[in-house]
């Protein structure tokens, strides 16, 4: 019996304890010792290489001396303490508000995130447009070929070295090298770029071409003349499809499984909108303070260093929330896609995606998006120009705008919840399509037929102009709340059934390239409309017939999505079960004193049975 309790390291005593004054204390201490404890089985018991040992977490310690029984109490304690050692650990199965702990240690760093990055997204699009449609020598007619000539080829550039960097790069180190660019930008800008505008742009070439080509060039001219303001309209925009859909979505996408995804999503939109909100009465806050500085003052160059410091500041929380959740966050496991993905090139990635049935219909949705809203909005813009000719009234005005816009979208996100519980993700996403018809045909209706409305109008002390001006802004606030509140969770969540190699490339592909390409397609439609019919007034029924179209083809390919998308959750889940009946569980069977052993191992088992019974006579 020595022998063998030496050789499996269970116990290891001398040879003659008897003669040994160190060890041997009194026969009863001993015997205390064996029967002060008498467990029915061997909780700590497992197999390894080494032989059979006993767990510190469940087994009790040996002392190297004997125990009185007037230690009886305190060994009962150290045994209690180590048995239930396992239960003083953090657990993160613990729920807060019905909610897992280890959920939340996701959920919450995410909407902080989403909070920040709209934050940001709200002042860089109020502060674009004031720049580009308010500036010297520009009006809203410049956004048409901004967004043709300059947004989408650089937008397919900024796509084309991301899928390049993605390869490359590990996640973590392409979400910095993608974030910290914009935030360099954004600073130089409001301290370098826009105090030195008078400088960098040449005004005077734009004049002398425009002298030379003729007014109907005054858009094109206007990007050579403000250049460095249409730089920073395009990385606005990019901040939108870039932070807001690839990064932030797709590292949600990455830590939350599709139910947490389901529950959780449509809530990331509360913080969100409660950033538009704040972000709102801040854009107000410096329209106002502009207003009130001095003469000679240049006020809007105060209001953009005051502005770009807070979003230099959100981005750095935006990379701090990042780097916690990477560090103390449970990451899901995913099912293992049996289909090895070749490693493919940049042409190859675009082929293999545009063969996709499931990526064009979600390029179509977002296509379908940026074209019906750009149809709507720049023809807006120009109302709201003529309304609001100065900075500070334009600012004033799309600081309300972008209040209002949370608030309705904070509405929408508490109403978005039910709807994808009650009535599914197909449902969820034929909403946006439906509002934005509806509301595209009033605005359009009105600058129609705003005519005959002009006594009635009148009544209400608005004129025709100024009541297209809030129509179209209300179109603007439905549309986008519906559009965060249902659009952008619906089209998130259809990423996460597909394996990493599509989703990263496609995700990159659909809103890096397609959002702008929407806004772009827009654009040339109302150009082409514009030279074709003379006027964007006479060019507005066109424009509604187009939009109907567009917005069906929309319907059609988010049913098809829905059927796709149903089907691989089906398989997903399938896939799941597989995996966790194919996980074989080592079943432990009793000998006749009840202790358990595992198989094969029916020489250490009589071994322990032999070792119990000879301990009793003690």
């Given at each position: 019996?020595?022998?063998?309790?030496?050789?499996?390291?269970?116990?290891?005593?001398?040879?003659?304890?008897?003669?040994?004054?160190?060890?041997?204390?009194?026969?009863?201490?001993?015997?205390?010792?064996?029967?002060?404890?008498?467990?029915?089985?061997?909780?700590?018991?497992?197999?390894?290489?080494?032989?059979?040992?006993?767990?510190?977490?469940?087994?009790?310690?040996?002392?190297?001396?004997?125990?009185?029984?007037?230690?009886?109490?305190?060994?009962?304690?150290?045994?209690?303490?180590?048995?239930?050692?396992?239960?003083?650990?953090?657990?993160?199965?613990?729920?807060?508000?019905?909610?897992?702990?280890?959920?939340?240690?996701?959920?919450?760093?995410?909407?902080?995130?989403?909070?920040?990055?709209?934050?940001?997204?709200?002042?860089?699009?109020?502060?674009?447009?004031?720049?580009?449609?308010?500036?010297?020598?520009?009006?809203?007619?410049?956004?048409?070929?901004?967004?043709?000539?300059?947004?989408?080829?650089?937008?397919?550039?900024?796509?084309?070295?991301?899928?390049?960097?993605?390869g490359v790069l590990s996640k973590k180190a392409l979400f910095y090298t993608?974030?910290?660019?914009?935030?360099?930008?954004?600073?130089?800008?409001?301290?370098?770029?826009?105090?030195?505008?008078?400088?960098?742009?040449?005004?005077?070439?734009?004049?002398?071409?425009?002298?030379?080509?003729?007014?109907?060039?005054?858009?094109?001219?206007?990007?050579?003349?403000?250049?460095?303001?249409?730089?920073?309209?395009?990385?606005?925009?990019?901040?939108?499809?870039?932070?807001?859909?690839?990064?932030?979505?797709?590292?949600?996408?990455?830590?939350?499984?599709?139910?947490?995804?389901?529950?959780?999503?449509?809530?990331?939109?509360?913080?969100?909108?409660?950033?538009?909100?704040?972000?709102?009465?801040?854009?107000?806050?410096?329209?106002?303070?502009?207003?009130?500085?001095?003469?000679?003052?240049?006020?809007?160059?105060?209001?953009?260093?005051?502005?770009?410091?807070?979003?230099?500041?959100?981005?750095?929380?935006?990379?701090?929330?990042?780097?916690?959740?990477?560090?103390?966050?449970?990451?899901?496991?995913?099912?293992?896609?049996?289909?090895?993905?070749?490693?493919?090139?940049?042409?190859?990635?675009?082929?293999?995606?545009?063969?996709?049935?499931?990526?064009?219909?979600?390029?179509?949705?977002?296509?379908?998006?940026?074209?019906?809203?750009?149809?709507?909005?720049?023809?807006?813009?120009?109302?709201?120009?003529?309304?609001?000719?100065?900075?500070?009234?334009?600012?004033?005005?799309?600081?309300?705008?972008?209040?209002?816009?949370?608030?309705?979208?904070?509405?929408?996100?508490?109403?978005?919840?039910?709807?994808?519980?009650?009535?599914?993700?197909?449902?969820?996403?034929?909403?946006?399509?439906?509002?934005?018809?509806?509301?595209?045909?009033?605005?359009?209706?009105?600058?129609?037929?705003?005519?005959?409305?002009?006594?009635?109008?009148?009544?209400?002390?608005?004129?025709?102009?100024?009541?297209?001006?809030?129509?179209?802004?209300?179109?603007?606030?439905?549309?986008?709340?519906?559009?965060?509140?249902?659009?952008?969770?619906?089209?998130?969540?259809?990423?996460?059934?597909?394996?990493?190699?599509?989703?990263?490339?496609?995700?990159?592909?659909?809103?890096?390239?397609?959002?702008?390409?929407?806004?772009?397609?827009?654009?040339?439609?109302?150009?082409?409309?514009?030279?074709?019919?003379?006027?964007?007034?006479?060019?507005?029924?066109?424009?509604?017939?187009?939009?109907?179209?567009?917005?069906?083809?929309?319907?059609?390919?988010?049913?098809?999505?829905?059927?796709?998308?149903?089907a691989l959750r089906q398989e997903e889940e399938l896939e799941k079960e597989?995996?966790?009946?194919?996980?074989?569980?080592?079943?432990?069977?009793?000998?006749?004193?009840?202790?358990?052993?595992?198989?094969?191992?029916?020489?250490?088992?009589?071994?322990?049975?032999?070792?119990?019974?000879?301990?009793?006579?003690?």
């Open positions: 019996m020595d022998t063998l309790l030496q050789s499996k390291g269970l116990l290891s005593l001398p040879k003659n304890p008897l003669n040994n004054p160190r060890f041997y204390q009194s026969p009863l201490a001993l015997k205390h010792r064996f029967l002060a404890t008498k467990p029915q089985s061997l909780p700590g018991l497992s197999l390894s290489s080494s032989g059979i040992s006993l767990s510190s977490s469940q087994g009790f310690v040996p002392k190297p001396y004997g125990i009185s029984p007037k230690d009886n109490k305190k060994f009962s304690f150290v045994c209690k303490a180590e048995a239930t050692g396992d239960i003083e650990k953090p657990n993160d199965n613990n729920k807060v508000l019905g909610i897992e702990f280890a959920t939340l240690k996701k959920i919450v760093p995410l909407g902080l995130m989403f909070f920040c990055i709209l934050f940001n997204y709200t002042i860089l699009r109020d502060t674009k447009d004031v720049l580009v449609v308010t500036a010297k020598g520009s009006s809203a007619e410049i956004i048409p070929f901004l967004k043709t000539w300059v947004n989408l080829p650089m937008a397919i550039g900024f796509m084309l070295l991301y899928t390049k960097l993605a993608v974030i910290l660019p914009f935030i360099a930008f954004f600073g130089a800008f409001g301290f370098l770029f826009y105090p030195l505008s008078g400088y960098i742009h040449p005004e005077a070439l734009a004049d002398k071409l425009l002298n030379i080509l003729g007014p109907r060039f005054l858009g094109p001219l206007a990007i050579l003349r403000i250049w460095s303001f249409c730089l920073f309209y395009v990385m606005a925009e990019l901040w939108g499809s870039v932070v807001v859909s690839v990064l932030f979505w797709g590292f949600a996408n990455q830590i939350t499984t599709v139910d947490e995804a389901k529950r959780f999503y449509p809530l990331f939109g509360l913080g969100a909108n409660i950033a538009l909100i704040f972000s709102g009465r801040t854009v107000k806050y410096f329209s106002q303070m502009r207003a009130n500085l001095g003469p000679g003052v240049d006020g809007w160059a105060v209001s953009l260093k005051g502005m770009m410091s807070i979003v230099v500041m959100m981005g750095f929380a935006i990379c701090g929330l990042y780097w916690w959740v990477n560090k103390y966050a449970e990451l899901p496991t995913r099912s293992i896609k049996k289909k090895a993905k070749p490693k493919m090139g940049t042409m190859e990635s675009l082929k293999f995606l545009v063969s996709q049935r499931y990526i064009r219909d979600l390029a179509t949705l977002v296509v379908a998006y940026g074209i019906s809203i750009n149809l709507v909005e720049v023809t807006w813009k120009s109302k709201l120009k003529a309304q609001f000719p100065s900075p500070n009234e334009y600012s004033a005005f799309m600081g309300d705008f972008s209040t209002c816009t949370g608030i309705a979208t904070f509405i929408m996100m508490l109403l978005s919840q039910v709807i994808f519980e009650k009535y599914g993700w197909g449902v969820a996403a034929t909403i946006t399509p439906a509002v934005l018809l509806l509301t595209g045909v009033g605005f359009f209706s009105l600058l129609l037929f705003g005519a005959p409305l002009t006594p009635a109008l009148a009544s209400l002390g608005m004129t025709p102009l100024l009541a297209a001006v809030y129509v179209g802004a209300m179109q603007n606030i439905f549309s986008k709340s519906a559009k965060y509140s249902l659009f952008d969770p619906c089209k998130e969540m259809a990423y996460i059934p597909l394996d990493e190699d599509t989703k990263v490339k496609g995700k990159a592909a659909i809103d890096v390239v397609c959002n702008p390409l929407g806004k772009s397609g827009g654009a040339l439609i109302q150009q082409f409309m514009i030279l074709t019919f003379g006027s964007l007034a006479n060019s507005t029924p066109y424009l509604g017939g187009t939009l109907l179209v567009i917005v069906l083809a929309w319907l059609a390919a988010a049913r098809s999505l829905d059927k796709q998308f149903t597989m995996e966790r009946a194919s996980v074989k569980i080592p079943v432990v069977s009793q000998n006749e004193d009840g202790n358990g052993t595992l198989p094969g191992s029916s020489l250490t088992g009589d071994s322990a049975g032999s070792s119990s019974q000879k301990s009793t006579p003690f």
